[in-house]
């Protein structure tokens, strides 16, 4: 099964079975007047829930209190979160919340409404209402998970000349092979040893490849974060609560991408509610649109969560645009969407395509949002919706020609057709493209048969789509743009 058929597939499990594939989850929260967050609602729409946003905004304030939603179940090895344990008042912090703070946790729940709150509050010096809750497992994992020996004085280091080895704990192989993928090491041992002292116990992460052993005293920090959370989400109870403050901390780009497949995978596979905390564009974009929520400060002090990828796109695109007045900012659905509108552009208007710059949101119902976030921001966006998702350009948002999606407008337009089956192409596209289901694999599948980079066929495609219209044929896009940027020309 691919990563994105397993993302839909969590999804609809989420959607259908909610209880009784992933126990009580947490289906949403209300903080008000915890540790600069106001009042803040948010939705859990997705048993993997990434909570972004720029610093400050309260993301490890929302995962605290998320730790403390639950009471743990009989028999279960710790102790269970209380948000005392993350508020705690003392004369460096007075007052980490307001006298009127609580928390409203909203669950899924085996019943005939298939939903129960309940509400933390506190009351004089203590906090009550956590007898309500429902039980379930729950792990809350911040920066210490994983913290090299040799910065905590460690005894298996300071005291490593009178260590004594006790019993091994070797990692289940299928955990052990999930590390290995992550971090793309061929790893031939991972477990866990006890160590001992005459008056103290540890135990230390050991592992093996190229012949030679070693202990977590030898690893790198993202080596020794990937395996302990692995063996945590693996060893944990079946619909566990998991929380993670920033795992992709000290990985690299690829390995942040194949943990987020992992986190998909293993909610799929043993019915966890994964919550991490995030500034990794390359672990949110492996995630569905569902799975994220952003968190955004106004500038009233108030925080709001936005649901949706868009979000943390466009926060990027500020940053990295700076701002900058004059501009203007189209968005787009994807990469194909982009080439499209600016061949558009090109034909019809350069000198207003040289002022834009284009933002790909990564789903159709997603501009109209994106379009208004950038707004509020000062920033002039329209927004350029596939044909199979029409707009009439009051939101901000009009379609692009035809009524297709438009990697099939543009490979089935008799100037396409004739380009491609033209030297040096030689190809009949209808004959190349009638076995493809999925019109996103059109370009890949015409690339691979030309043998030629899929972004090359994208642009060839889109400049002879283009320069086959007739002049005036895109005005009515183009009119559009510069109504809603203020340029009337």
């Known amino acids: 099964m691919s990563h994105d058929d397993r993302v839909r597939k969590l999804g609809t499990k989420f959607a259908k079975a909610c209880y009784p594939a992933f126990g009580p989850v947490l289906l949403g929260m209300r903080v008000q007047g915890f540790r600069g967050v106001p009042d803040l609602t948010l939705e859990f729409k997705s048993p993997v829930t990434a909570i972004s946003g720029l610093n400050g905004t309260g993301k490890s304030t929302v995962a605290q209190l998320a730790a403390a939603a639950f009471r743990q ?7 269970r979160y209380y948000v ?3 508020f705690p008042v003392s004369v460096a912090d007075p007052e980490p919340f307001t006298a009127g703070a609580q928390v409203q946790y909203l669950y899924a729940a085996d019943s005939g409404s298939g939903v129960q709150q309940v509400t933390v509050t506190r009351a004089a010096k203590e906090w009550s209402g956590y007898k309500r809750q429902p039980e379930r497992a729950t792990y809350y994992r911040g920066f210490t998970q994983f913290i090299p020996k040799v910065e905590k004085r460690d005894l298996s280091i300071y005291g490593g000349s009178s260590l004594e080895l006790g019993k091994a704990n070797p990692l289940d192989p299928a955990a052990a092979s999930h590390v290995g993928r992550i971090l793309s090491v061929p790893y031939e041992h991972l477990g866990f040893t ?9 135990t230390l992460a050991m592992a093996g490849r190229g012949g030679r052993r070693y202990s977590e005293n030898h690893m790198g920090t993202g080596e020794g974060r990937v395996l302990y959370m692995v063996n945590t989400m693996e060893t944990a109870p079946p619909k566990s ?8 901390t000290s990985l690299h780009g690829d390995a942040q991408v194949r943990l987020a497949k992992y986190f998909i995978e293993v909610a799929l596979r043993r019915g966890h509610q994964i919550v991490i905390t995030t500034h990794s564009s390359a672990i949110l974009g ?14 009233t002090g108030d925080v709001t969560a936005t649901h949706g990828l868009s979000t943390y796109q466009i926060d990027s695109h500020l940053q ?7 501009g203007i900012t189209v968005c787009v659905e994807d990469e194909f969407a982009r080439h499209l509108a600016t061949e558009i552009f090109r034909t019809a208007d350069p000198d207003l395509l040289a002022g834009c710059s284009f933002l790909t949101i990564g789903g159709g119902q997603e501009i109209p949002k994106a379009v208004m976030l950038l707004r509020d921001a000062k920033v002039r966006a329209v927004g350029l919706s596939d044909g199979d998702m029409p707009h009439d350009g009051t939101d901000g948002v009009r379609t ?3 009524t297709e999606p438009p990697e099939k407008e543009v490979f089935a337009h008799p100037a396409v057709k004739s380009h491609f089956a033209d030297a040096p192409y030689l190809i009949d596209l209808d004959e190349v493209l009638a076995g493809v289901a999925d019109h996103h694999d059109y370009a890949k599948t015409v690339a691979s048969h030309l043998m030629l980079d899929e972004i090359a066929v994208v642009s060839v495609a889109c400049r002879t789509y283009a320069s086959a219209h007739q002049q005036g ?3 009515a896009i183009v009119d559009f743009v510069r109504k809603e940027v203020g340029d009337r020309r």
């Open 194 to 202: 006890e160590v001992l002292t005459t008056q103290k116990t540890a």
């Open 473 to 475: 044929d895109f005005d």
């Open 73 to 79: 179940p009989s028999g279960h090895p710790w102790n």
């Open 400 to 402: 692009l020609p035809g």
């Open 286 to 299: 492996q995630l569905g649109r569902d799975s994220v929520v952003y968190l955004r400060r106004t500038p």
């Open 84 to 86: 005392a344990y993350f």
């Open 320 to 326: 990295r645009e700076g701002r900058t007045p004059g």
């Open 241 to 248: 609560l998991i929380i993670l403050e920033e795992p992709e």
